[in-house]
């Protein structure tokens, strides 16, 4: 995530760091070791000016709800898992949305496409005699054109349109990682597994069985991870805070020392 949006450095942009600051910032022969608040990295730099400071000093570390502080760790991990989450279902709607439309195109040429179907099984007549593998295929996709009714067409479009409205809404809901988009994916994923189970008894396929390991890894991280359906204590037993008097008391001084050790060695 740094890697992307930056380090969260707050004592890089202080005039000044003091002896109590030394769990964010440290001085050493004019560098400044700035410590990233979501990866812990010392990242070193110049010494600001009070002119291009953004203040004199850091606010006491009892006092850090004054900063900018980003999530890590754990918090952190699930957001990203979330996101991740959020696109896959994004390619959903988008999946089930040109399905839409294609069935939408057909419903409205439906007509039409019996009527070329039945021209194509008349010019196939008679030469398909297990001689020419591709006229049979051909032969045999026609006649399943002439077997779409109209009742099923807009059956099928119908649940590709419901299928790519649940799925936005899914993806827009978990992107901005809202409690009930995680209930609505979890129930909705829950509800596909028969259909996909079916299918997967039907002819097993290599795509089919990545859907289905891929929705059962979503719904069984969502229950678990996000304490969903009372699980693990339900809402009340997930913490997402993080407690940055632990993190800050944690194993900074070899880490400063390390620095220290780079600037002696420059």
């Known amino acids: 995530m740094c890697s992307i949006r930056g380090h969260v450095t707050p004592a890089a942009t202080v005039a000044r760091v003091r002896p109590s600051d030394a769990a ?22 110049p010494v600001r000016p009070a002119a291009d400071a ?11 709800d004054q ?12 957001a990203v898992i979330v996101r991740l989450i959020a ?8 999946i089930f949305g040109a399905i839409a439309i294609a069935l939408a195109f057909v419903a409205t040429n439906l007509g039409s496409i019996h009527h ?32 779409l009714h109209h009742s099923t067409v807009m059956l099928l479009l119908a649940t590709a349109a419901v299928y790519c409205v649940v799925e936005g809404i899914e993806a827009v809901g978990l ?67 993080t407690d940055w008097d632990t993190v800050l008391a944690g194993p900074c001084v070899s880490t400063r020392a390390s620095a220290t050790t780079v600037a002696t060695t420059r």
Not at 24 to 44: H, Q, T
Not at 67 to 78: I, N, T
Not at 127 to 146: D, P
């Open 24 to 45: 964010l910032g440290v001085d050493v022969d004019g560098c400044r070791f700035a410590r990233c608040l979501r990866c812990d990295a010392w990242i070193p730099g």
């Open 67 to 78: 900063l900018e502080l980003p999530r890590r760790g754990r918090a952190l991990d699930d």
């Open 116 to 147: 070329s179907a039945q021209s194509l099984v008349n010019q196939l007549q008679g030469a398909v005699q297990g001689r020419n593998a591709s006229r049979g295929f051909l032969n045999r996709e026609a006649r399943r054109l002439l077997d």
């Open 175 to 241: 992107w901005h990682e809202r409690r009930w988009a995680e209930y609505l994916t979890a129930l909705a994923t829950a509800g596909f597994l028969p259909f996909e189970l079916n299918e997967l008894a039907k002819h097993v396929t290599i795509v089919r069985i990545g859907a289905l390991v891929i929705n059962l890894a979503v719904l069984i991280w969502l229950v678990w991870a996000k304490h969903l359906f009372g699980i693990r204590g339900g809402a009340a037993t997930l913490t997402e805070q």
């Open 87 to 94: 696109i896959e279902r994004a390619v959903h709607c988008v």
């Open 54 to 64: 953004t203040s004199e000093t850091l606010p006491p570390l009892d006092q850090l």
